[in-house]
């Protein structure tokens, strides 16, 4: 069974920074592309950056390019995402997600979605 658990959510005033975590178990294989979608109330959801096991390829959506960064501990099966300068409009419930193909992810059709984790900014 594949799990993926978030961790590191929370609230902080515009300009802080946060990280959050996501801890994967269970994926039926070597390399896998995993990442962070968000959801805002009234938005649609958002792709925000994802990255493959592998390192080869990531991606940030523009409006957190240069203010979030994405890394993964192989040997902890842990993907982090440092969010830096954070902003009112960063406020959403953010999901970690993972599946074999990166096109998957980010098409929002991941096959393994965690059960979100809250960030609010405050102005």
């Known amino acids: 069974e594949v799990r993926l658990v978030e961790s590191g959510g929370g609230s902080v005033q515009a300009g802080g920074s946060l990280r959050l975590s996501c801890t994967a178990s269970g994926f039926p294989w070597d390399d896998y592309a995993i990442g962070w979608f968000r959801q805002a109330p009234g938005k649609e959801r958002e792709g925000v950056s994802y990255i493959t096991r592998s390192n080869s390829d990531i991606y940030y959506a523009d409006s957190v390019k240069g203010r979030f960064t994405i890394s993964t501990d192989n040997a902890k099966n842990t993907v982090y995402l440092q969010m830096n300068s954070l902003k009112p409009e960063d406020t959403a419930v953010y999901y970690c997600?993972?599946?074999?193909?990166?096109?998957?992810?980010?098409?929002?059709?991941?096959?393994?979605w965690g059960q979100g984790t809250q960030v609010t900014v405050s102005s």
């Open positions: 997600v993972g599946d074999l193909y990166l096109s998957s992810v980010h098409a929002g059709v991941a096959d393994y």
